[in-house]
């Protein structure tokens, strides 16, 4: 299986943005579909966006909708998060996964070949 690896976490204050990547080391993301997930501390993991492989985006929460987008570069070597307006509640460890079935879904299950994650703090 490939490995994911994801960058750009950080600590940002409140109404901040940041923008995750998630590469998989010699292996193209360009015909996946690549979801998003955050762990909050004492949480489970739970899905906030996917990139499916003709490029469309989907967001899995209210909250989320309008602040977070996925997308993937021409090349297809890179995916990424762009986290805008952020928020205290947005803290955590954001992970990104390939798709077992290449189809979108909220369903963590569907998805393997995690990464380690990166860590995402909002905090004034």
């Known amino acids: 299986q490939s490995q994911l690896v994801e960058s750009g976490g950080g600590l940002v204050r409140p109404g901040g943005s940041l923008r995750l990547s998630c590469v998989a080391p010699?292996?193209?993301?360009?015909?996946?579909?690549i979801g998003w997930f955050r762990q909050a501390p004492g949480k489970e993991r739970e899905a906030v966006s996917c990139?499916?492989?003709?490029?469309?985006?989907?967001n899995y929460a209210d909250s989320e909708k309008g602040r977070f987008t996925s997308s993937r570069d021409s090349a297809g070597n890179t995916a990424y998060l762009q986290m805008n307006s952020l928020q205290p509640d947005d803290t955590g460890i954001y992970y990104c996964?390939?798709?077992?079935?290449?189809?979108?879904?909220?369903?963590?299950?569907?998805?393997?070949?995690w990464g380690r994650g990166t860590q995402v703090t909002v905090s004034s």
């Open positions: 996964s390939l798709s077992r079935y290449n189809l979108c879904s909220n369903d963590v299950s569907n998805f393997n070949s």
């Open positions: 990139i499916d492989s003709s490029g469309d985006s989907t």
């Open positions: 010699g292996f193209t993301l360009r015909d996946s579909t």
